[in-house]
């Protein structure tokens, strides 16, 4: 895992990687905080680390970094840890989540309109006080891949429009030991069309059939 050390500006909400964050900085710690981070170049990110307060711990007056629209007077100078108790890290949730900067704009009063976009989780791992404002040593959350689910089995679909049917099951009733019914039998050959014989005429009667034919005379010779 790697860490490393981030601005930290506590909440009372949660930020999540890819949702847009809008802010109203007017403390003067977090003032400090953005001055800082509009001196690295544009085209570095400006990352910082929001960290959401636990319910009940918050002693400060006001939410820390949230807007005010109400509060006219200038905001008194506070400590850096002031609000969050002797021991900071105590307060704030151990997940955050690294805010990238993309739009850091200066008010003629002196406060910050700030528009973030959550980056990456991150696990607090210490709190440090000793500078204008709160910093922290992070390291990144390995983001788990979500659950796999079985593949459903599509149901039985109708192909009567491409030509083909579902499968039909037998109406014979399943019984143990049941025979099924025996397959009608076809045919091997086809069958022979009727054929008729014609007997030819015989001009000889056959023998013993009681008729003769009748024989031509011959004509008489003439001996000398």
Known sequence: MTTARLPL??????????????LNVFEERYRA??????????????????????????????????PDP???????????????????????????CIADAATIRERPDGSFEVLATGTTRVRLLSV?????????????VAEEPPPRTRPTRPGPSRRASCGRSAPTRSVWPERPNARSPPAP????????????????????????SGCSRPRTPRPACARS
């Open 128 to 140: 440090d006080a000793s500078g204008p404002y709160l910093s922290a040593e992070v390291e990144e």
């Open 33 to 66: 905080m953005m001055r800082e981070l509009l001196k690295s170049d544009e085209d570095e990110p400006r990352r910082f680390v929001v960290v959401a307060i636990r319910d009940g711990r918050e002693t400060a007056v006001t939410g820390t970094g949230m």
């Open 9 to 22: 500006f506590p909440l009372n909400a949660v930020l999540f990687p890819g949702l847009v964050l809008p």
């Open 70 to 96: 109400v509060a006219s007077a200038p905001p008194a100078e506070r400590a850096p840890a002031e609000g969050f108790g002797p021991d900071p890290i105590q307060t704030f949730h151990r997940v955050g």
């Open 185 to 208: 039998s076809c045919p091997t050959t086809p069958p022979s069309s009727p054929t008729w014989s014609r007997r030819p005429p015989s001009w000889t009667s056959p023998p013993n």
